[in-house]
């Protein structure tokens, strides 16, 4: 089967290698344009327009780590060799804190690296596919589609001759190829939607008369700022025995381990805060702030110098759950989605590459497991999206909510708290006045939180 992905980010080129190495032959469109470059330093200075948090903060989640683990180790070990580090449960502890190993340990293991190293490692190994082939500098414009299309190809690279038409399957349109940008296209059995939380994908989908999706849109309220830094010769990280963030209601702020001795810090504010954003854009006042701040100012106490001289900023931030499955039924036949083009939550749970390579996984799965037939495929990666990823994004939606409440209520001078008959201020409250200390000094507690803060 020839598959087209739209979109070289994580979501496109993890797709690209997982069905390359199930023996599809796949053909990544990249609009920007991007040469492979030599080192994790190089890969750094990306032109990546079509992707502008790659010059953010980015976690890289033990769930993510385990499917790399499990299913292509030799991409986990190329990271390492190329500078990422595995943070493992335990290593950096509260003081004072008794730790006894357990052995679903070795499931906590996060990957600290830029996301322009991952990228780059990740198309790299893509590239090694015989059967992968990357197109960059040009931008898909459009779906082709083909009244006479098989909707149930063969896991090969030729298609059986049908006499199905799009009438005979409920007026659902057949995606045949894309359109690019310079009128030229091209043909595909499927089509992998990996184009973004700004995927156009809906627009186009209306255009060949499909059924609308349904979208849930929520905004995060928050606007993301963010720098990167890398240690001097002679310094080294500062321990990591507390806090890594924190959140004051009008701004919450994390320290990002990267490869290749560098850190990033992001400070979040909320999106009407107009002043307080103007402000932190600026690169003096950002470092200033950060180091008054108690899990970002051991960072930025002369041990780093900063490579990114301006402070990148990001508006926009939504969560975003895109169905594609609708009453029991996919809209089109040959198009399926991946990464942010199905999902996008808030940033800060630093969820995104972890969530967008999930994806593909289930998607290969699901291809595997009904090679004869797209649209069960189709229907089963959905089942499976809505199964296994689908509580992440509610739970980050009930999240942003309650920060939204509590932001606004401190803005205000009042106790976000002071309402003992509301659950929601309940609920903060033993959150605040419980967990939090057991963090400190539970080591049961502690691990069964980072568990849930790594998709486990």
């Not at 080192?39 to 953010?56: I, K, L, M, Y």
């Amino acid at each position: 089967m020839h598959v087209v992905v739209v979109g070289g980010g994580v979501a496109g080129l993890a797709s690209a290698l997982q069905l390359g190495r199930a023996g599809h032959q796949v053909t990544v469109v990249e609009r920007d344009d991007t040469p492979m470059p030599h080192t994790a330093d190089e890969a750094f200075d990306w032109d990546r327009r079509g992707a502008p948090q790659v010059r953010h903060s980015h976690a890289f989640l033990a769930r993510l780590r385990n499917l790399l683990r499990d299913h292509q180790p030799d991409v986990l070990e190329a990271l390492l060799a190329e500078g990422a580090t595995e943070m493992r449960f335990g290593d950096s502890l509260p003081p004072g804190m008794e730790f006894t190993p357990e052995p679903e340990d070795e499931e906590l293991v996060m990957i600290a690296c830029r996301r322009t190293t991952f990228e780059w490692v990740l198309r790299r190994a893509a590239l090694a596919e015989p059967g992968v082939t990357i197109r960059t500098g040009h931008a898909a414009t459009a779906l082709l589609t083909s009244p006479n299309a098989d909707p149930t190809p063969k896991f090969s690279s030729q298609r059986a001759p049908s006499a199905h038409s799009e009438e005979n399957f409920g007026g659902i349109p057949v995606v045949s190829g894309v359109r690019l940008d310079d009128g030229s296209e091209i043909g595909a059995d499927l089509v992998v939607a990996a184009n973004g939380r700004r995927s156009a994908v809906a627009e186009w989908l209306a255009a060949i008369g499909a059924r609308p999706v349904a979208e849930t849109v929520e905004d995060t309220g928050i606007v993301y700022a963010s720098r990167f830094y890398r240690l001097l010769p002679d310094a080294d990280l500062p321990p990591r025995t507390g806090p890594i963030g924190g959140d004051l209601g009008y701004v919450k702020y994390g320290t990002f381990v990267g490869d290749n001795r560098t850190f990033s810090v992001t400070l979040a504010v909320p999106s009407d805060d107009d002043e307080l954003r103007r402000r932190l854009s600026d690169p003096v006042a950002f470092d200033e702030a950060a180091r008054t701040l108690p899990a970002t100012a051991l960072w930025l106490d002369g041990r780093a110098e900063p490579i990114t001289p301006q402070v990148h900023l990001m508006a926009g931030l939504l969560n975003k759950w895109t169905d594609y499955v609708v009453d029991g039924e996919p809209v089109v036949t040959g198009l399926i989605p991946v990464g942010d083009a199905v999902l996008c939550t808030n940033p800060l749970y630093g969820r995104g590459c972890s969530t967008a390579y999930w994806s593909a996984h289930l998607l290969t799965t699901a291809l595997v497991d009904h090679a004869d037939d797209l649209r069960a495929g189709a229907v089963a990666y959905d089942d499976a999206l809505r199964a296994e990823i689908l509580p992440w994004y509610r739970a980050s939606v009930e999240q942003d909510r309650e920060a939204r409440r509590v932001s606004a209520a401190m803005l205000a001078g009042e106790d976000p708290y002071a309402d003992a008959s509301d659950p929601r201020a309940f609920t903060r409250s033993v959150l605040r006045d419980g967990l939090a200390p057991a963090l400190r000094t539970d080591q049961v507690v502690l691990r069964a939180f980072v568990r849930n803060l790594n998709l486990l």
